[in-house]
């Protein structure tokens, strides 16, 4: 592509949005126009951008009328629901960082170092998978493509950002032992671990685990893995960590494991626990890679392999994530 | 029992001793004489138990030369090591809370409302499990003893109690945010989770992990049961949380399982998501129950089941149930 594409960051103001801006602005990402979309309230608040201001814009139904190629979504899925047809219908091409469309037929669903074709046969929106997901696809596709996954097991430790400012408003509360009532969460974060993200289902799991059990599928694109997950939040402010548990097709030998974590694009591997080093939320906090560590066999079942995944929830889990597909939109940008 | 015990708690002045006196003092345990001890360090403290002063003395190899019945103690694996024999060669009957002689085949290894009769075949060393082992094993003996089980994944969620007082002071001056050197950890445990709880094995497996798996098999008395685990420590001061994953043999159905729990010892059931009720470390701690909740069908395997399980790691996971197994010694002491 030789032109520069016009840009839009809806939800510019919130946790994820801000760092749409941040990532835009570290990856040097080319644009012509940049516009800042956010909700009436939010609106009018100036935000700086490679050294230049802008003011943030309401998000209306006319938004769209001026040529914007690529705009990032980081507004609930309301929002979305309602202004990503729209956009796209203008013939932007959305990547939505809500759950609204993840699950549609025609919604790619994209990790870009794990299924990056999938970006092909977008109609206009490409949706960003959830946190907890994205994170663990990076070790997961190496395993699928060379052993078959048979079964996963999740355990999840994720951090309040992952429910925006309200849930850093919760644990800053609780930690400073202040009145004020919770905003995002049922019960007190500080101090405390809550088995509940997202809303309850009736079959007793949470959305966030049938997110993670559904877009595991979608994203490998492998509805024969069987799935299980219980997702539970932290008192940890940025880092998501994840117990794995992994059962394979075929055997494996540890350290081609190892070597082959050290060759997948965009995973670290910190694993030499006799010096301490394993993946940290607080290390993984503010950087773009999944970590992974803790790989070590698990005697209990054939073919069997545990692991301990830790990303910055708000980056790869969101923010790079979705700005590693517009990079790869660049690519097939007309001119 | 007609005469009253005299009763020695040996690590009087730590995390788990201070709460052995506690619980002591709740359950109005009978005793004649109550010796407090610990290392020549901390002799010499006054503790007061049920308003009596009572002065610390240092453990020596003489300490046991008095009459003493039943003697608690905390104070780490190789003072139990070296007195725990000195005190049994006396007639003495130790529980013992370290992990010393938890795999010795003439230890018993008890959870009282699990394995009572195990204390019946003891020789003067009982040992209490891993506070993580502990709080699991209540919810998987009927699960145990109704179906079988044949395989269990577990993932923890660790309170810094569990590292005793270096612990509480790592969490304390990490939220504080102070430059105090780390007491216990090997990196901050604030804002943080580590999934490292004791040493490293050769199998990369922490010796915690491996606790949880061998104590699985010693409490249950099976072998057969497959075990893994994958245990962490988290920015909470008292109370562990467990994520445990199960496939049972037979099949079941899941209000069967609930009613299940109703019933057992010990076992309080925490389920009524609708309402937001799920076990919670803030609330168990300081309390002496075990927590279930999260009940759900694992649709991932045959048989399969999820659960979240939550104690006080310090009172069930330690003090609490030494004071149980050391109830049903009473019953059984000479006159």
Same mark, same amino acid.
């Given at each position: 592509?030789?032109?520069?594409?016009?840009?839009?960051?809806?939800?510019?103001?919130?946790?994820?949005?801000?760092?749409?801006?941040?990532?835009?602005?570290?990856?040097?990402?080319?644009?012509?126009?940049?516009?800042?979309?956010?909700?009436?309230?939010?609106?009018?608040?100036?935000?700086?951008?490679?050294?230049? &201001?802008?003011?943030?814009?309401?998000?209306?139904?006319?938004?769209?009328?001026?040529?914007?190629?690529?705009?990032?979504?980081?507004?609930?899925?309301?929002?979305?629901?309602?202004?990503?047809?729209?956009?796209?219908?203008?013939?932007?091409?959305?990547?939505?960082?809500?759950?609204?469309?993840?699950?549609? &037929?025609?919604?790619?669903?994209?990790?870009?170092?794990?299924?990056?074709?999938?970006?092909?046969? @977008?109609?206009?929106?490409?949706?960003?998978?959830?946190?907890?997901?994205?994170?663990?696809?990076?070790?997961?596709?190496?395993?699928? %493509?060379?052993?078959?996954?048979?079964?996963?097991?999740?355990?999840?430790?994720?951090?309040?950002?992952?429910?925006?400012?309200?849930?850093?408003?919760?644990?800053?509360?609780?930690?400073?032992?202040?009145?004020?009532?919770?905003?995002?969460?049922?019960?007190?974060?500080?101090? @405390?671990?809550?088995?509940?993200?997202?809303?309850?289902?009736?079959?007793?799991?949470?959305?966030?685990?049938?997110?993670?059990?559904?877009?595991?599928?979608?994203?490998?694109?492998?509805?024969?893995?069987?799935?299980?997950?219980?997702?539970?939040?932290?008192?940890?402010?940025?880092?998501?960590?994840?117990?794995?548990?992994?059962?394979?097709?075929?055997?494996?030998?540890?350290? %081609?494991?190892?070597?082959?974590?050290?060759?997948?694009?965009?995973?670290?591997?910190?694993?030499?626990?006799?010096?301490?080093?394993?993946?940290?939320?607080? %290390?993984?906090?503010?950087?773009?890679?999944?970590?992974?560590?803790?790989?070590?066999?698990?005697?209990?079942?054939?073919?069997?392999? @545990?692991?301990?995944?830790?990303?910055?929830?708000?980056?790869?889990?969101?923010?790079?994530?979705?700005?590693?597909?517009?990079?790869?939109?660049?690519?097939?940008?007309? %001119?």
């Amino acid at each position: 592509m030789k032109r520069k594409p016009n840009i839009a960051v809806v939800g510019a103001t919130g946790v994820v949005g801000s760092t749409f801006l941040k990532v835009l602005e570290e990856r040097d990402f080319p644009y012509e126009n940049l516009y800042l979309m956010a909700s009436a309230k939010s609106a009018g608040k100036t935000l700086t951008v490679k050294g230049k &201001d802008y003011v943030v814009e309401e998000l209306t139904e006319h938004s769209f009328d001026k040529p914007i190629d690529i705009a990032l979504f980081s507004a609930g899925g309301g929002t979305s629901a309602k202004f990503a047809p729209i956009a796209a219908e203008h013939g932007c091409i959305v990547v939505d960082n809500s759950s609204q469309w993840r699950m549609y &037929d025609d919604v790619p669903l994209v990790v870009p170092e794990v299924n990056p074709e999938d970006i092909d046969w @977008n109609h206009g929106i490409i949706a960003n998978p959830n946190c907890s997901t994205i994170q663990a696809m990076v070790p997961l596709k190496p395993l699928q %493509d060379k052993y078959g996954i048979k079964r996963v097991v999740y355990s999840t430790y994720q951090a309040v950002a992952g429910s925006g400012i309200k849930g850093i408003h919760d644990l800053e509360n609780g930690l400073e032992g202040n009145d004020a009532p919770l905003e995002a969460y049922a019960h007190p974060i500080a101090n @405390n671990i809550l088995p509940h993200i997202d809303v309850f289902l009736e079959n007793g799991y949470t959305k966030e685990e049938m997110k993670m059990i559904n877009e595991t599928h979608k994203i490998l694109h492998d509805d024969d893995i069987k799935v299980t997950a219980t997702t539970a939040r932290v008192p940890v402010f940025y880092g998501h960590s994840e117990s794995i548990n992994i059962e394979l097709k075929k055997p494996f030998e540890l350290e %081609d494991i190892i070597e082959l974590f050290k060759n997948t694009p965009g995973l670290v591997v910190q694993d030499d626990v006799q010096n301490n080093v394993y993946p940290l939320a607080l %290390d993984a906090a503010g950087t773009d890679p999944v970590y992974v560590g803790r790989i070590r066999r698990d005697f209990s079942v054939e073919n069997g392999i @545990n692991l301990w995944c830790v990303a910055d929830n708000i980056r790869k889990g969101a923010a790079t994530n979705a700005v590693q597909i517009a990079e790869k939109l660049l690519e097939k940008l007309p %001119d």
